[in-house]
T-cell receptor
Framework: QKEVEQDPGPLSVPEGAIVSLNCTYS??????FMWYRQYSRKGPELLMY??SSGNKEDGRFTAQVDKSSKYISLFIRDSQPSDSATYLC???WGGGYNKLIFGAGTRLAVHP | ETGVTQSPTHLIKTRGQQVTLRCSSQ?????VSWYQQALGQGPQFIFQ???????GRGNFPPRFSGLQFPNYSSELNVNALELDDSALYLC????????????????FGPGTRLTVL
């Protein structure tokens, strides 16, 4: 079993839709949770960063962490074609060095 | 503020050769991590450097080695290249306090795409 599971998609939605992306994890020691966006053949871009459980909102993006269920989500409101990319969840324990454990990524396509 | 930069962009090598990839960290960041991303997969942690020393390592063999320089830039060296080493190699930088507390936000460069034939 992988430490972080993420549905690879692809996920195809019409412009303006609300998108829900999810990851589950097995290690209860994870404390820090991140979402990255990666365009084709580019490096990952940090979108959202949260510590422990709770919600965080930034513009059209909302990140949720439920540590009791070992489940994290990213919601994208009013999706745009420019949101078409691969979305990677990542998490870490914190502490002395901050190794990130990534999911496999979900490919999202937003069509006009 | 300058972001993370990596060179070269693309590289083609043959099996058994050696390769060196380079990374300049984001301004003010003193910690550099390297990741390997195979096609269709998430990045896998190779190692991290802080104060010019390896500070943590993932499940990669010793033929993967690195350096960090006083200006916080870094190199990843891979010896005896194998076909499975073909991947996107990503460098990420993050700040760390003088007390050694690490920040978990990591900022990635564009990557170097390595093809091993």
């Amino acid at each position: 079993q992988k430490e972080v599971e993420q549905d690879p998609g692809p996920l195809s939605v019409p412009e303006g839709a609300i998108v829900s992306l999810n990851c589950t994890y097995s290690n209860s020691a994870f404390q820090y949770f991140m979402w990255y966006r990666q365009y084709s053949r580019k490096g990952p871009e940090l979108l959202m960063y949260t510590y422990s459980s709770g919600n965080k909102e930034d513009g059209r993006f909302t990140a949720q962490v439920d540590k009791s269920s070992k489940y994290i989500s990213l919601f994208i409101r009013d999706s745009q074609p420019s949101d078409s990319a691969t979305y990677l969840c990542a998490m870490s324990w914190g502490g002395g060095y901050n190794k990130l454990i990534f999911g496999a990524g979900t490919r999202l396509a937003v069509h006009p | 503020e300058t972001g993370v930069t990596q060179s070269p962009t693309h590289l083609i090598k043959t099996r058994g050769q050696q390769v060196t990839l380079r990374c300049s960290s984001q301004s003010g960041h003193n910690t550099v991590s390297w990741y390997q991303q195979a096609l269709g997969q998430g990045p896998q942690f190779i190692f991290q450097y802080y104060r010019e020393e390896e500070n943590g390592r993932g499940n990669f063999p010793p033929r993967f080695s690195g350096l960090q320089f006083p200006n916080y830039s870094s190199e990843l060296n891979v010896n005896a290249l194998e076909l499975d080493d073909s991947a996107l190699y990503l460098c990420a930088s993050s700040p760390r306090t003088s007390g050694g507390i690490s920040y978990n936000e990591q900022f990635f460069g564009p990557g170097t795409r390595l093809t091993v034939l």
